[in-house]
């Protein structure tokens, strides 16, 4: 089991930047990929960044298009934690955002943490 808690949301202007950060604990020897996800009112949940967790220093990193420029994810495998950097942030970034984690055993996120709410204001 991987437990997984998000920090870092809350309530920013247009234009304004958050950090959000994701502790990990339990079995992370067992993860391979670490992801953040979003989930706006009335919308399917979605993948916004991911980033490889195991395999030393080498690893990849994807975005989906809408957010390519203005948010960048790392982890500190030494402190068990995967941050991503929101910058110029807009309303449709409205969201709760999901940390989540891949195990080497599944092609699926299977564990998650609670969540937390980033609400962009016009």
């Known amino acids: 089991q991987v437990q997984l808690v998000e920090s870092g949301g809350g309530l920013v202007h247009t234009g304004g930047s958050l950090r959000l950060s994701c502790a990990a604990s339990?079995?992370?020897?067992?993860?391979?990929?670490m992801g953040w996800f979003r989930q706006a009112p009335g919308k399917e949940r979605e993948l916004v960044s991911s980033?490889?967790?195991?395999?030393?220093?080498?690893?990849?990193?994807e975005y989906i298009d809408s957010v390519k420029g203005r948010f960048t994810i790392s982890r500190d495998n030494a402190k068990n934690t995967v941050n991503l950097q929101m910058n110029s942030l807009k309303p449709e970034d409205t969201a709760i955002y999901y940390c989540?984690?891949?195990?080497?055993?599944?092609?699926?996120?299977?564990?998650w943490g609670q969540g937390t709410q980033v609400t962009v204001s016009s």
């Open positions: 339990g079995r992370t020897s067992s993860v391979y990929r």
């Open positions: 980033i490889s967790w195991s395999g030393g220093s080498t690893y990849y990193i």
């Open positions: 989540s984690a891949r195990p080497v055993s599944s092609v699926n996120y299977v564990f």
